[in-house]
């Protein structure tokens, strides 16, 4: 993993994965760790999102290091019409390492092939957020105690979320039933159930909650987006088919959490906040310690 | 004498390479992707001939050239059935078939219009997956292109 760039999750095998979990947990246990003093991060965003940003951001400082970097294009070169080859092979050499967010897909792919400092992808428009999915990994085995011999519900967009297909394809590692419940316009792509098939995992798909929640151990929520149904009528019809609330949580597993990759609209009600198996704010600190592990691994700092 | 004329129109070579089997609809994309059209070599061609196989089929007719296998499998997006016959004085000597290579570089073009190969002036990638029908899985995006989207460059 030192010196290997982090594009796609693919890139890393099942151990692999595990390392970055267990080195995560030990960022959990002692997050102030001055490793990364004197080095410098870049944190590339050719579009804006701000809490993957801070989210590295805050890993880096919590190892002593400095960050560099932009929050959108338009501060930077790119409205000059500069090439991103060009912004990545100059920004390579003020940093130890590029992490980048970009709308265009294969961007962080090409990115690391033309950079001398290894990349870490935040995102390339629909296709890959590794670092999410690692997190969400970590966020599984903490609150289950494992990886295996869980019933993992997803629900939402299954069709265009690409948090959702990381996901899957990192759990289709373990043994895990899958339970997805999405409109009939967002369903899971058929690539996915037979990767799943091929794999000899079960699946179950129904267009809503009933009979599911009560035996799952994680509920996996995403936004169903406006903008992905062709007919609006559509839309206002099914987007409250997919909202959870509290008091659909009352005979749930003590041990269930609800994640949610964030930022939440309406999907997750506010009721459930409050409620202990609500694990999504967590999450998102999670996703602090596992970064932590994945720059400490590829600079070489852990082993 | 109607026979005659139609030997005429793709006529034998003394030397050289006859690619058979092409799809009558792909064949200037396989002229296109050998770089046929780029050289000195006297080459003939026909196509919308009637094929047992395919319907209707394209040959070409290369003298004096030979071609690497590597460059042989370039055009097995575009005519997978393809046979090439290696001529030595009007006889031939030597078989081949089109081999799908497990990854590609260049010939085709991404389908999904997001992809930084689109966008940049970045040369296509592809893992050639064969699972009956050949697709394509970009190195980038991770998006497959199958053979019914395929845009030849």
Same mark, same amino acid.
């Given at each position: 993993m030192?010196?290997?760039?982090l594009?796609?999750i693919?890139?890393y095998?099942?151990d692999e994965c595990l390392k970055v979990l267990d080195l995560a947990e030990?960022f959990?246990?002692?997050?102030?760790? *001055?490793?990364?003093?004197?080095?410098?991060?870049?944190?590339?965003?050719?579009?804006?999102?701000?809490? %993957?940003?801070?989210?590295?951001?805050?890993?880096?400082?919590?190892?002593?290091?400095?960050?560099?970097?932009?929050?959108?294009?338009?501060?930077?070169?790119?409205?000059?019409?500069?090439?991103?080859?060009?912004?990545?092979?100059?920004?390579?050499?003020?940093?130890?390492?590029?992490?980048?967010?970009? @709308?265009?897909?294969?961007?962080?792919?090409?990115?690391?092939?033309?950079?001398?400092? @290894? #990349?870490?992808?935040?995102?390339?428009?629909? *296709?890959?957020?590794p670092t999410?999915t690692l997190l969400?990994l970590y966020?599984?085995?903490?609150?289950?105690?494992?990886?295996?011999?869980? *019933? #993992?519900?997803?629900?939402?967009?299954?069709?265009?979320?690409?948090?959702?297909?990381?996901?899957?394809?990192?759990?289709?590692?373990?043994?895990?039933?899958?339970?997805?419940?999405? @409109?009939?316009?967002?369903?899971?792509?058929?690539?996915?159930?037979?990767?799943?098939?091929?794999?000899?995992?079960?699946?179950?798909?129904?267009?809503?909650?009933?009979?599911?929640?009560?035996?799952?151990?994680?509920?996996?929520?995403?936004?169903?987006?406006?903008?992905?149904?062709?007919?609006?009528?559509?839309?206002?019809?099914?987007?409250?088919?997919?909202?959870?609330?509290? *008091?659909?949580?009352?005979?749930?597993?003590?041990?269930?959490?609800?994640?949610?990759?964030? @930022?939440?609209? %309406?999907?997750?009600? %506010?009721?459930?906040?409050?409620?202990?198996?609500?694990?999504?704010? %967590?999450?998102?600190?999670?996703? #602090?310690y596992t970064r932590q592990a994945i720059i400490s691994l590829i600079?070489?700092?852990k082993? | 004498?109607?026979?005659?004329?139609?030997?005429?129109?793709?006529?034998?070579?003394?030397?050289?390479?006859?690619?058979?089997?092409?799809?009558?609809?792909?064949?200037?994309?396989?002229?296109?992707?050998?770089?046929?059209?780029?050289?000195?070599?006297?080459?003939?061609?026909?196509?919308?001939?009637?094929?047992?196989?395919?319907?209707?089929?394209?040959?070409?007719?290369?003298?004096?050239?030979?071609? /690497?296998?590597?460059?042989?499998?370039?055009?097995?997006?575009?005519?997978?059935?393809?046979?090439?016959?290696? $001529?030595?004085?009007?006889? /031939?000597?030597?078989?081949?078939?089109?081999?799908?290579?497990?990854?590609?570089?260049?010939?085709?073009?991404?389908?999904?219009?997001?992809? $930084?190969?689109?966008?940049?002036?970045?040369?296509?990638?592809?893992?050639?997956?064969?699972?009956?029908? /050949?697709?394509?899985?970009?190195?980038?995006?991770?998006?497959?292109?199958?053979?019914?989207?395929?845009?030849?460059?």
């Amino acid at each position: 993993m030192h010196n290997k760039s982090l594009i796609s999750i693919n890139d890393y095998s099942k151990d692999e994965c595990l390392k970055v979990l267990d080195l995560a947990e030990k960022f959990e246990k002692d997050p102030v760790q *001055n490793l990364l003093s004197g080095r410098v991060i870049s944190t590339l965003f050719f579009e804006p999102s701000t809490r %993957t940003r801070l989210s590295f951001e805050s890993a880096v400082s919590r190892m002593g290091g400095q960050v560099i970097g932009f929050t959108d294009s338009t501060s930077s070169s790119v409205t000059k019409g500069e090439s991103l080859k060009d912004t990545i092979c100059t920004v390579a050499n003020y940093s130890d390492l590029i992490v980048m967010r970009h @709308p265009v897909e294969g961007s962080a792919r090409y990115a690391s092939e033309v950079s001398n400092v @290894p #990349v870490v992808n935040a995102g390339d428009g629909a *296709n890959q957020h590794p670092t999410q999915t690692l997190l969400d990994l970590y966020s599984i085995r903490k609150t289950q105690g494992r990886l295996d011999d869980l *019933n #993992v519900v997803m629900v939402g967009d299954l069709k265009y979320g690409r948090t959702i297909h990381s996901l899957l394809m990192a759990l289709s590692e373990f043994n895990v039933n899958f339970f997805f419940i999405s @409109p009939e316009e967002l369903k899971m792509p058929n690539e996915y159930k037979l990767h799943l098939k091929n794999k000899g995992i079960d699946f179950h798909e129904q267009t809503d909650f009933t009979g599911i929640l009560d035996d799952a151990d994680i509920i996996y929520m995403t936004r169903v987006q406006k903008e992905r149904f062709s007919d609006p009528i559509e839309y206002e019809k099914t987007k409250n088919a997919y909202v959870l609330r509290n *008091n659909m949580l009352e005979n749930t597993k003590e041990t269930m959490k609800v994640l949610h990759p964030l @930022p939440r609209v %309406t999907e997750v009600s %506010t009721d459930i906040d409050v409620s202990k198996k609500a694990y999504y704010f %967590t999450q998102a600190l999670n996703g #602090v310690y596992t970064r932590q592990a994945i720059i400490s691994l590829i600079l070489g700092l852990k082993q | 004498m109607i026979k005659d004329q139609k030997t005429l129109k793709v006529s034998a070579i003394k030397t050289g390479t006859v690619i058979d089997h092409i799809p009558a609809n792909n064949l200037f994309k396989v002229i296109t992707i050998l770089g046929l059209d780029n050289i000195k070599k006297p080459i003939t061609f026909g196509t919308n001939l009637e094929s047992g196989k395919l319907g209707y089929k394209g040959i070409i007719k290369i003298s004096d050239k030979f071609f /690497v296998n590597e460059e042989i499998n370039r055009i097995a997006m575009a005519a997978p059935q393809a046979q090439l016959n290696i $001529i030595k004085d009007y006889k /031939v000597v030597e078989k081949k078939v089109v081999q799908v290579p497990e990854m590609i570089e260049g010939i085709v073009r991404c389908v999904n219009p997001k992809c $930084i190969t689109n966008a940049e002036e970045v040369k296509q990638k592809f893992i050639v997956t064969n699972d009956g029908e /050949v697709s394509l899985k970009c190195h980038y995006c991770e998006k497959i292109t199958d053979q019914e989207h395929m845009a030849f460059i």
